[in-house]
């Protein structure tokens, strides 16, 4: 199979906060070891977001440079070495890969590599694969999996590395706080695992969502006057969660969680506030209530590969995750209402775009 590549192509470029563009740049070409890949399908992500508003990303990018990493497409150049990848395979390459030589690497951290390479460009026709991630952590789509069902598999991987990081075992019970994106992923993550699971979530329209996708029981702010005590009050003998994941990212949010877990449970604060921010919590508690705190932050190879295994096993919702479809060309304007959520009964989850305009498989 062969492939006819143009010279130039669409991709969307961030300039800085709250400032995407749409260009035509130079198609990448596969030099040794990499791959350049026709995007299917990439879908919108709450770090995208998070990285438009502000303008920048400490680790991943600095503007100008192409946006979006969540992507599944068709190899259309290989480049010399590759052996494992040949034009026309379907595949799903994640944004990252580690170095595997470092001290974290060594330790089994390699979420932590000191030379973690990310990858960005998603919102594009063509993206090239470094050689790392190519070796790494590209893996091979199945025919019939959606393109835009198989770009799950980025945020899916972290999600399931802070389920394997919290010892989340069937018959626990988890609270999780958040209805977003990352928020409702731990839901049907965790319920799938057989865990019962609390979902604590802003609105009305967000009920129905964390049902649809796990949640047992549904705590909404706006109607309650103690929050931590209403989360509570649903577990055995109202003596708190066996875990609480905490997926907003606000000081409140994390002493709710705190708050929320039982005596000698564990809270995952996975939602990462600004840096510089403060949290103040009971440290009588945490002593005397022998309470684990931890963090979980981005996937490895290992949980992208569980991630990517629960998808095309089609147990996971991934078609329930997709609320909306847009072109390269809608990206600014999509990431602009983004930033002003609907409050319509089915609220935006993911948007895929689709840069030939048309759902791709």
């Known amino acids: 199979m062969t492939f006819e590549q143009p010279k130039t192509m669409a991709a969307v470029v961030l300039y800085g906060k709250e400032d995407l563009r749409v260009e035509q740049l130079p198609v990448p070409v596969a030099g040794p070891g990499e791959l350049v890949v026709k995007v ?3 879908l919108t992500c709450g770090t995208d977001l998070k990285v438009y508003r502000r303008g920048y990303h400490a680790m991943m990018l600095t503007p100008p440079i192409p946006f979006g990493h969540e992507l599944a497409g068709v190899v259309t150049e290989v480049g010399s070495g590759v052996t494992e990848f040949a034009v026309g395979d379907r595949v799903v390459p994640l944004n990252s890969a580690p170095c595997d030589a470092c001290y974290f690497c060594a330790k089994g951290q390699p979420n932590l590599c000191t030379d973690l390479l990310f990858n960005n460009g998603a919102y594009a026709e063509y993206l090239k694969i470094p050689a790392r991630i190519v070796a790494k952590n590209t893996l091979r789509v199945p025919e019939g999996v959606p393109f835009e069902h198989a770009a799950l598999t980025e945020p899916l991987a972290c999600v399931v590395r802070g389920l394997e990081e919290s ?3 069937a018959g626990d019970s988890m609270v999780v706080i958040g209805a977003g994106p990352i928020g409702l992923m731990f839901m049907h993550a ?21 049902k649809l996708f796990g949640a047992r029981q549904v705590v909404r702010v ?10 509570r009050a649903l577990t055995p003998d109202a003596r708190g969660a066996d875990i609480v994941i905490e997926a907003v990212a606000t000081p409140a949010t994390w002493e709710w969680a705190v708050g929320m877990v039982r005596k000698g449970g564990l809270v995952n604060f996975f939602g990462g506030p600004p840096s510089g921010t403060v949290v103040a919590l009971d440290t009588n508690r945490l002593h005397y209530g022998d309470i684990t705190l931890k963090a979980s932050f981005h996937h490895t190879p290992s949980t992208s590969r569980t991630a990517f295994a629960l998808i095309t096993s ?12 847009a072109t390269l060309d809608e990206v600014p304007a999509v990431f602009a209402k ?6 319509d009964a089915m609220r935006d989850i993911k948007t895929a775009i689709f840069p030939d305009g ?4």
Do not use: C, H, N, P
């Open 338 to 343: 983004m930033m002003t959520r609907s409050t």
């Open 40 to 42: 299917g399908a990439a």
């Open 167 to 169: 010892g989340a075992q």
């Open 222 to 231: 706006d109607e309650v006057d103690d929050i931590v005590a209403a989360t």
């Open 314 to 325: 089609g147990r996971f919702k991934a078609a329930e995750f997709l609320t909306g479809t």
């Open 190 to 210: 965790a319920e799938l695992a057989g865990v019962d699971v609390i979902a604590v979530v802003k609105r009305e329209d967000q009920v129905a969502t964390a």
């Open 358 to 361: 048309a759902i791709a498989r």
